[in-house]
């Protein structure tokens, strides 16, 4: 799995996968034009739809109706270092029973992206040079 991210200026940066691209960008208040989510929407956004993508396959397993399926992802800023310090991830399914709220719990728990933030993953990072960068 792979994404390319290129910088189009500014603050504002394209990233592509598999032929898809979007847009991140800064608010105006932050040196941007607002033109796209920022990088910690984006992490909002990969948690909610992968959390919303285990909780739809749990209600189509058991033929649950899932078209008004929701789901909120809000996050705390905390400091020291900077970063998100505390996530809430809402589901809202109108009319699910009750005997199947603990499974959709339970169904997004599994998701990768939620796992993946709940066990530190080990992050490299690297910075290169290519020789081609420096060729006039």
């Known amino acids: 799995m792979?994404?390319?991210?290129?910088?189009?200026?500014d603050v504002k940066f394209e990233a592509s996968a598999r032929g898809h691209?979007?847009?991140?960008?800064?608010?105006?208040?932050n040196g941007g034009s607002d033109s796209g989510m920022t990088p910690p929407e984006y992490l909002l956004v990969s948690l909610g739809?992968?959390?919303?993508?285990?909780a739809a396959q749990y209600m189509k397993a058991?033929?649950?109706p899932h078209q008004s399926l929701?789901?909120?992802v809000s996050a705390e800023k905390a400091?020291?270092?900077a970063r998100l310090g505390q996530f809430r991830i809402e589901v809202v399914v109108p009319g699910l029973d009750p005997q199947h709220q603990?499974?959709?719990?339970r169904a997004v728990k599994a998701c990768l992206i939620h796992n993946t933030m709940i066990h530190s993953p080990v992050i490299e990072t690297v910075v290169s040079t290519?020789?081609?960068?420096?060729a006039a």
């Open 79 to 81: 400091t020291q270092p």
């Open 62 to 64: 058991r033929s649950l």
């Open 130 to 134: 290519p020789a081609a960068a420096f």
């Open 49 to 54: 739809t992968c959390a919303g993508f285990y």
């Open 102 to 105: 603990a499974g959709v719990l």
């Open 2 to 9: 792979q994404v390319t991210i290129q910088h189009l200026g």
């Open 70 to 72: 929701e789901v909120k």
């Open 21 to 29: 691209r979007v847009v991140c960008d800064q608010p105006a208040d």
